[in-house]
C-alpha cells in the first residue's frame, strides 16, 4: 500500500482539488487547504480498522484538521472553558476527537465542567480531559497553564489555544469606576494576551519532531465581540478590550509569518478571531442588571443566540479556514464594513470581494449611526442623563 508523506493512502486523495492545491501553492506545505476537499470521499469515511475508536465528524475535522485525525486527537486548550461559551466550545469540540483542558479560576465550577464536557466525548476511553486552576490575568499564571499543559502532555504543546475567559461590564462612561477600566482590559485583553504569548514561546521552543501524525497548523483563536468593530452607548468599559483583542490577533498575525519562514518544517502558526453579539449565558444575565437602559433599547436590533448556536457557528467558520469568524449577521455586517487592513487575511480574491461588500455595508452603517444616535439623544431628552428609564428606580435624573 503505497503511503504519502502524510501517511495516508496515496489512492485516497481527491485527485479533483488535492493536486490543484498542490498545483498552485507548492511553496505552502503546511497550507491547511492540504488537508484535502471537503466532499472527498476517500478521506471523509476512513477505513474501520484504522480508526481506534468512532470518528464522529471526521468530515469537517478532516477540512481543517484542528481538532484530529483519525486515530490522532489533538490538544485544545481553553480558557474560560468552565462555563458560557468556553464550556459549550469545549463539549463540541469533545464530540470531535479532541482532548480538552480548561482553565479558569473557580475550582469547583472547572470539576462540573470536565464531567459535562467529557459526556460529549467520542471516543471516551481515549480521549484526556484536564482541567487548571488559574486566573489569566497575572501573565505568570499564563506560563504556569502552558508549562503544566505541556507535562499533561507527554512533553508536547497543545495545538490549539481558544481564548474564551472574559467578563462584560457594560455601563456609560460618565458613571463608570474607574477601576473597572483597567479590570476589563484584563479580564478579556490581557487575559488572551498572556495566554496566547506562552502558547506561542511554547510553541517556538519546543521543536516537533518529524511524523505524519504532527499538526499542519496550530492554531490560536481569540474571542472577540459585535462592538470590537462597532461600538454602541455603554459599552465603553468593555468595547476597547476587544477592540483590543481584534488589533492583536492582526498583528500577531502578520509576525507569524517569520516563524513560517524560519522553521519551514515546524507547523504554521495560525490566528483567528470570532465575534459574537450577545450570548445567552448566566454572565449576559448579569451584565443586563447593570446595563443602562438606553443601552438595551440599542441592543433591541440584535437577536442573542444560545452558547451552543455561537460556538457551533464558529467551529463551522474555523473549519472552513477563517480567520476573523462572525457568528450572526448584525456581527457580519459590521466585521465587513470595518476589515480594511485585515480583508487581506484570507487572501487577495476573498479580500476583494469583501472589501466590495464592505463599501455597501458602510454605506449602510451610515444610516443606522445616525438613526443610533438619533434614539440616544432623544432619550436624553425623554428620560435625561442616567440612561435608565424614567420611574426605574436607577434614575437619577
Ligand atoms: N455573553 C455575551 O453576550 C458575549 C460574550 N462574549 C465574550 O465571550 C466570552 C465568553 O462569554 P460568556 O460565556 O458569556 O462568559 P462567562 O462569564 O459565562 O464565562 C467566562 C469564563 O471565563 C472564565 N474567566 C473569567 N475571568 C477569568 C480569568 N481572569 N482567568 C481565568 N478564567 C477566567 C470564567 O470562569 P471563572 O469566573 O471561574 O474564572 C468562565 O469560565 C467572553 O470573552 C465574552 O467577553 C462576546 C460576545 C457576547
Ligand atoms: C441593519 C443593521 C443594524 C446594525 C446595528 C448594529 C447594532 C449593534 C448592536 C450591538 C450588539 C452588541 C452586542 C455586544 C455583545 C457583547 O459583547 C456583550 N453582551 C458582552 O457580554
Not at 484542528?66 to 466550545?89: F, K, Y
Not at 480574491?349 to 464592505?358: C, I, P, S
Request: glycine share 10%; hydrophobic share 40%.
Amino acid at each position: 500500500m503505497e503511503v504519502d508523506e502524510e501517511g495516508v493512502k496515496t489512492g485516497d486523495r481527491c485527485s479533483r482539488l488535492y493536486y490543484l492545491v498542490k498545483l498552485f501553492r507548492p511553496s505552502n506545505p503546511y497550507s491547511s487547504l492540504r488537508t484535502c476537499c471537503f466532499r472527498c470521499p476517500g478521506l471523509a469515511k476512513p477505513k474501520p480498522k484504522r480508526q481506534r475508536f468512532e470518528y464522529a465528524g471526521a468530515q469537517s475535522t478532516q477540512v481543517g484538521d484542528h481538532w484530529g485525525i483519525p486515530g490522532v486527537c489533538r490538544v485544545v486548550l481553553i480558557t474560560g472553558g468552565s462555563r458560557g461559551m468556553g464550556l459549550e466550545v469545549a463539549r463540541q469540540l469533545a464530540g470531535r476527537n479532541a482532548y480538552i483542558v480548561i482553565v479558569a479560576r473557580d475550582a469547583k465550577r472547572l470539576e462540573e465542567a470536565l464531567v459535562c464536557i467529557k459526556e460529549k466525548a467520542v471516543g471516551r476511553r481515549f480521549q484526556r480531559f484536564h482541567a487548571i486552576n488559574a486566573d489569566l490575568t497575572d501573565p505568570n499564571a499564563a506560563q504556569r497553564v502552558m508549562r503544566e499543559v505541556v507535562e499533561w502532555n507527554g512533553g508536547k504543546p497543545p495545538d490549539v489555544v481558544w481564548c474564551c475567559a472574559g467578563s462584560a461590564h457594560p455601563t456609560l462612561f460618565a458613571d463608570t469606576p474607574a477601576e473597572e477600566f483597567k479590570a476589563q482590559m484584563e479580564s478579556n485583553y490581557l487575559s488572551a494576551a498572556y495566554i496566547a504569548q506562552a502558547a506561542l514561546q511554547t510553541w517556538l521552543r519546543i521543536p516537533t519532531p518529524p511524523s505524519p501524525s504532527n499538526p499542519k497548523a496550530r492554531h490560536i483563536i481569540l474571542t472577540g465581540s459585535t462592538v470590537s468593530f462597532y461600538s454602541i452607548a455603554g459599552y465603553s468599559p468593555y468595547s476597547p478590550s476587544k477592540a483590543a483583542l481584534r488589533s492583536l490577533a492582526d498583528s500577531i498575525s502578520r509576525e507569524v509569518h517569520l516563524y513560517a519562514g524560519a522553521n519551514p518544517k515546524e507547523p504554521e502558526i495560525k490566528v483567528h478571531t470570532v465575534f459574537a453579539a450577545s450570548i445567552l449565558t448566566d454572565s449576559y444575565e448579569r451584565e443586563n442588571l447593570i446595563k443602562a437602559d438606553v443601552t438595551k433599547k440599542l441592543e433591541e436590533a440584535d437577536k442573542s443566540q444560545t452558547a451552543e448556536a455561537v460556538a457551533r457557528k464558529s467551529i463551522v467558520g474555523l473549519e472552513r479556514g477563517y480567520e476573523f469568524v462572525a457568528t450572526d449577521f448584525l456581527t457580519k455586517l459590521v466585521m465587513t464594513a470595518n476589515m480594511g487592513g485585515s480583508s487581506g487575511r484570507g487572501g487577495f480574491w476573498r479580500g476583494l470581494g469583501l472589501w466590495v461588500v464592505g463599501c455597501v455595508m458602510s454605506l449602510l452603517l451610515l444610516v443606522v449611526r445616525g438613526g443610533q444616535d438619533r434614539v440616544v439623544r432623544n432619550w436624553g431628552r425623554v428620560h435625561g442623563a442616567s440612561g435608565f428609564k424614567k420611574g426605574s428606580g436607577r434614575n437619577a435624573g
